[in-house]
């Protein structure tokens, strides 16, 4: 087991990782930009290392800081949490050249899943289905519209190194292929420095159903079932839960067996997670994450199983704590992101908390580093804290959930928490009736 691990984040999810670490008894070491020096993950961790000044380019993307803070502190393993430098296959790499064991899975796999086109290959040759379309990235025109008249219109045309909705564009018919083409080409090519597009079926209607995956990276492989994360605004996940009210226990035996032996198969190591888009009963791959994730709290709660344990034991060759057959999910788990944005135009809202307090209770688990008097720096991103809440069948979740959202209190700026408010008491959310554009339509019809 590792002696001192390094924790390279900020926010929630730092505090949540050295959590972990308390728990398993290994030292923790936090780095920090000279606006988080007051945040509490700081205050908890055995030691704590400035890094820089407030830009992530400066301070928590700062790969050589990152790693001489290593060496200066002796850590032999770093948790990069999301976000940041997690899904960094240089990273990974250079780390390994120290000698420092990155909590996550190989920069090989790393690589192979940031590339949209080499995840989809890999993810079809594991057996995974995927979204009809391109085998690989499209050339031209000519081929672009070969490949869509096969499919059908509408279609969808995706930048390999996109991801997370990036560089995306519909074509409904032939006219508007070349534009789509062409627009999503150089898009690609200004923001990421690679024009390689490829070409899908576009689904009208999906829901976003994701699979977390663990691979012990010597061959065994297993799933802790779904998330529905298909509330979103503009890419961003709002509220997740999990099951998803959408599958049956036949259907998520079956998604579950067949990402669980992908992993395997893969030699995967670490946590994972693989996106589906769900439609008419058919799951289709998009992409795969390899890294823990915002929304895991959910699976945690319906599993009882820590994955950020399970990270860290796979990570010091210790394998996984659980097989295939000790997985079982118990009731249902809704997460809420507090943000610090206005509930409605989603605009950041930076600014010191005068007060905060947080719900309790049986079911009721929250994650945040935030406290009353906490200053929120402009610099980051502006979830300030996660509400999980656990029942043991949905109706009881959001019965749970209600109440919480009335007991939680932020003050002197302002959050997300009233849009949770209005969507707590909503038809279609109690019925678990949406897809991805639910969210965005009701915003736009309440405005
Ligand atoms: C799609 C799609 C429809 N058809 N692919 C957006 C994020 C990226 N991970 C994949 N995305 C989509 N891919 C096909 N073939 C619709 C989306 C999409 C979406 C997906 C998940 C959650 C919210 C979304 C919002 C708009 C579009």
New binding site residues.
Partial sequence: MFQKILIANRGEIALRVLRACKELGIQTVVVHSTADADAMHVRLADESVCIGPPPSRDSYLNIHQIVAACEITGADAVHPGYGFLSENAKFSDILAAHNITFIGPSGDHIRIMGDKIEAKRTAKRLGIPV?PGSEGAVSDEKEAKRIAAEIGYPV?IKASAG???RG?KVARNEDELNVALATARSEAGAAFGDDAVYI????EK?R?IELQVFGDGAGHGVHFGERD??L?RR?QKVWEEALSPALNDEERARIGGICASAVADLGYSGAGTI?F?YEDGQF?F??MNTRLQVEHPVTEAITGIDLVHEQIRVASGGGLSVRQEDIKFNGHAIECRINAEDPRTFTPSPGTITHFHTPGGLGIRVDSGVYSGYRIPPYYDSLIGKLIVHGRNRVECMMRLRRALDEFVVDGIKTTLPLFRDLVGNPDIANGDYD??WLEKYLAKTE
Avoid: A
């Fill in positions: 979204v969808i991801g997370g909705g995306m899908e079926k576009y689904l999906p976003h994360c298909s979103q890419h996106e888009l289709y998009i992409e991805i554009h």
